[in-house]
């Protein structure tokens, strides 16, 4: 392995979710792809069961692996992610997701080949982390419409429509969508607190992409050490219209219809209180603090990825 900041990782372990996407092709294919490129894997573990996936990924962290290759969705990233957070321990990853949106923050590649290639020869960052409360997420929280794109996304719409089942997902849950008011309070000082009305969402986001590839947060690096607060507001349908149309980009933010913040920590209450989303599961309810982990999980990312801008253990300019 190339990278100095791989070679120090003597011990490997390859987990893999094989109800992702692909994934039992993709554990043989791994296995394969990851010995010719030297990388030595000391156990590997196929998943058949996601609800096991933590307690794996817990035993192979007591055993003592520096590198866990890990194979599977954002959902198996969020799942497994709070394990990790604090330690030495490096995170592998192999997007075999729906949507894959961790690894597009951070510009893994989602071929299995090249996702290989990036654990042996990438570098490895420090990455911060979400926190709602206690709860470690690495793309987005959020409270509103993104609650019901949750209900509405079945793994049966998912398996059959790939990345699109997400806008299936949305239109559904705009349909059945009620208006609410969120409240903002930000513990730092750094905002006056707030009050919308009328919201469609409220997202908390810590990476870029959420929802197969919306720009949660357009300009947000992973280790800059602040959470992007987007309020969406439930207005005419032309102004929902060009929210949509320009999510994929990032435009979106300069529409009328959002106000943006930019926060380490932010307190959020909702009329009525509603559910929150964590990374695609329904973990917490309002009212809620969020707030940055910072440096919290270490990465190998491509040797060219700008979303993480600081090799691991170096401070953010200030």
């Known amino acids: 392995m190339n990278s100095p900041g791989i070679d120090r990782l003597r011990r490997a372990a390859l987990v893999v979710n ?13 296995i394969d792809v990851l010995d010719r490129l030297g990388v030595p894997l000391g156990a590997t573990y196929a998943v058949r069961d996601p609800a096991r996936l933590a307690e794996v990924i817990r035993e192979v962290l007591e ?11 954002d959902g198996s990233v969020s799942s497994v992610v709070d394990f990790f957070a604090g330690r030495d321990a490096v995170l592998g990853l192999l997007p075999l997701g729906t949507a894959n949106d961790f690894a597009r923050t951070l510009e893994i590649p989602s071929d ?15 990455v911060d982390l979400g926190l709602a409360e206690d709860n470690y997420y690495v793309n987005v929280a959020s409270a509103g419409l993104g609650v019901g794109v949750t209900q509405a996304l079945s793994p049966r719409l998912k ?8 806008t299936v997902a949305a239109v559904r849950a705009f349909l059945r969508h009620e208006p609410f008011t969120a409240r903002l309070t930000f513990p730092d000082g750094d905002h006056e607190p707030v009050e919308h009305g009328r919201l469609l969402q409220v997202a908390v986001g810590n990476g ?9 947060a357009p300009n947000s690096g992973m ?10 507001a439930l207005g005419r349908h032309r102004d929902l219209v060009g929210v949509a149309r320009y999510l994929r980009s990032g435009d979106f933010v300069s529409n009328g219809s959002v106000n943006h913040y930019r926060t380490a920590r932010v307190h959020l209450e909702t009329e009525p209180e509603l559910p929150v989303n964590v990374d695609g599961e329904l973990v917490a309810h309002t009212p809620l603090t969020f707030s940055v982990a910072p440096n919290a999980l270490k990465v190998v990312v491509p040797p060219g990825s700008g979303a993480a801008r600081y090799d691991a253990g170096e401070p953010p300019a200030r």
Do not use: P, Q, S
Not at 18 to 30: D, I, L, Q, S, V
């Open 223 to 232: 280790d800059d050490r602040a959470l992007d607060v987007y309020t969406i």
């Open 63 to 73: 055993e003592g692996y520096g590198l866990v290759v890990l194979g599977g969705g």
């Open 112 to 126: 299995i080949e090249r996702a290989c290639e990036t654990i042996a020869r990438g570098k490895v960052v420090d």
């Open 159 to 166: 398996k059959r429509a790939g990345a699109i089942a997400y």
């Open 18 to 30: 094989t109800r992702a996407r692909h994934g039992e092709r993709a554990f043989f294919e791994a």
């Open 208 to 216: 870029r992409f959420y929802g197969g590839g919306m720009v949660v």
